[in-house]
């Protein structure tokens, strides 16, 4: 198991060591943008439509018959899922106005050529018969009433798309709450915007708690249009303040007094407009408020209302086609970009924002903004290897060294385990194997030395002094300590065999071998040529 997590760390380091050279690849959009959730911006605008019959029965009867259409309200919504659900405030679709008191006031007064506001108060005339008519006219309905309203509201959805929708796609209410501060959830009415759907903004899950945390907010002031785009402004959250309530805003320098600032945008058409954390550029709520007091209700509160409204909200393929294209060209790799936003705009023509882009990226592709062509021309210049022959050598090397490793360990793992051997200072010194297995040592040729093999003679005498074997090996093996008096082990020649009458001196001079190397030593050696031990000891 040691030796398998040595393994590891080795590929492990390896794969360090390769993947130092490879440069970032992946970026993470820049601080403040608003890229992400301006495409998904739209303009609501509001109308009552009241159709209101008049009952004239002071003379000979008459209906009268009018058709108004009264502003309820404008204001910013959010696209929030590809299907084109919305969410903007309850204030910008639905006011507390009594329309058919202002439709009563309008028939009346056009009808029998008498002076009465066109508002939407109950007003009383000073003659007597026409006033008890056009009390009876005023809601709520009577059995005796002289007027008969048909009051509809008609939702009209204008998108930041070029060029301009100048008759914008009709939605439904889905969702309302009781006050004109709480969230309202839209629907789209007969849109059809092809199988990608429509760009949507992505939602956070909190709102950032830290005081003075920088915000932005978008919206459009009157109908999108190629001389009015989208506006955009910036602010600063208050710490504090949750629910319908709402945060304030509030310059951490105090150079702009920012309530105001931003309350007279939401006054000119950003009622409802999107807020937008700096970071990561997602909705951290809706902006609220007006005249000299801007606030924004969290985004709890917003994703509260789509799920009373059932409806889920989430991203679609023209957003993540989008994403990629803006990591481009936030990064300044405008050849790379080009491409990116063109295939955005197949999936969404009017993608405004994609076609501003992809115009200066076409610009700035090729020059020296372009990051990828000053990558490629720093290389040229400097000689350097490009990046994928490193990628391919490293592969290569990291997938040599796995198969090398893994061939060793299951070479080590496959063996017999051995005895762990004691440490060099304790170490044992070798002994005699049995005499019936102990192969003497053969005197090869001097070049071509074979194995050793068991030559006949007499076996060894156990009655003997105590030798070493010493094995054969290279390189040599680790020295081990002898003591004094201990005698070199002696090889007789190959040729064991001699005649009764032959005399000891007759026989071939006997090889000396090192006891701490294996080395062979010569007749006149006294220390060893390998590794220098005395042959004496």
């Not at 009577?142 to 008759?167: G, H, M, S, W, Y």
């Not at 956070?204 to 402004?233: H, I, Q, W």
């Not at 000299?292 to 509260?304: C, F, L, N, P, S």
């Not at 105590?466 to 290279?474: D, E, L, M, N, P």
Request: proline share 10%.
């Amino acid at each position: 198991m040691r030796r398998f997590g040595s393994f590891l760390a080795l590929v492990g380091g390896l794969s360090l060591a390769v993947t130092a050279v490879t440069p970032a690849l992946a970026h993470e959009h820049p601080s403040g943008i608003t890229d992400l959730v301006t495409p998904a911006v739209v303009r609501i605008e509001a109308t009552a439509k009241i159709k209101v019959t008049l009952l004239d029965h002071i003379g000979e009867l008459l209906h009268v018959e009018r058709s108004y259409d009264v502003p309820i309200g404008t204001g910013t919504g959010t696209v929030v899922n590809p299907e084109g659900a919305m969410v903007t405030l309850t204030g910008v679709v639905k006011n507390d106005l009594d329309l058919e008191v202002y439709a009563a006031n309008k028939i009346f007064a056009a009808h029998h050529k008498v002076k009465i506001p066109a508002d939407f108060e109950r007003h009383t005339l000073k003659d007597e018969q026409l006033n008890h008519h056009l009390q009876e006219c005023y809601p709520p309905k009577q059995p005796t009433a002289t007027c008969i309203f048909d009051v509809t509201t008609d939702l009209r959805v204008f998108p930041n798309i070029a060029p301009a929708d100048k008759e914008g796609f009709k939605a439904e209410i889905v969702r309302t709450g009781d006050k004109p501060d709480s969230p309202a959830v839209l629907r789209p009415v007969g849109r059809a915007d092809g199988g990608a759907g429509l760009p949507t903004a992505p939602l956070a899950a909190v709102v950032p708690t830290k005081d003075a945390s920088p915000v932005a907010v978008a919206g459009f002031t009157g109908r999108p249009a190629a001389n009015l785009p989208e506006t955009v402004d910036i602010g600063h959250l208050r710490a504090g303040g949750a629910g319908e309530s709402g945060r304030q805003f509030r310059d951490p320098e105090s150079k702009v007094n920012e309530p105001e600032k931003l309350g007279a945008l939401v006054d000119r058409g950003l009622l409802g407009g999107p807020v937008i954390e700096d970071k990561k550029g997602e909705v951290v709520g809706l902006l609220v408020g007006g005249g000299k007091d801007a606030r924004m209700i969290g985004i709890r509160e917003v994703t509260k209302a789509l799920a009373e409204a059932d409806v889920a909200p989430r991203r679609g393929p023209i957003d993540a086609a989008f994403e990629q294209a803006l990591t481009r060209f936030h990064t300044h790799y405008y050849g790379a970009a080009v491409p990116a936003f063109q295939r955005v705009l197949d999936l969404y023509p009017g993608h405004t924002v994609a076609a501003a882009h992809l115009k200066t990226s076409q610009q700035k592709r090729g020059t020296a903004e372009d990051a990828g062509t000053k990558g490629a021309a720093a290389v040229a210049d400097t000689g350097e290897t490009p990046l994928w022959p490193l990628l391919v050598v490293g592969a290569l090397l990291v997938g040599v060294v796995v198969v090398c490793a893994l061939l060793l360990w299951r070479r080590r793992s496959s063996a017999p385990d051995s005895p762990a051997s004691p440490s060099a200072p304790t170490r044992p010194p070798l002994t005699d194997p049995p005499a019936q297995t102990r192969p003497p040592l053969m005197n090869p040729p001097a070049n071509t030395r074979p194995p050793l093999t068991n030559p006949p003679g007499p076996a060894f005498d156990e009655k003997a002094d105590a030798t070493i074997v010493v094995g054969r090996s290279f390189p040599a093996l680790p020295r081990i300590p002898t003591s004094p008096g201990q005698p070199v082990l002696v090889a007789k020649g190959p040729d064991t065999k001699r005649d009764p009458g032959t005399k000891p001196a007759d026989t071939p001079t006997q090889q000396k071998y090192c006891t701490g190397c294996g080395m062979g030593l010569g007749p006149a050696h006294s220390f060893c040529g390998y590794c220098g031990q005395s042959v004496k000891t």
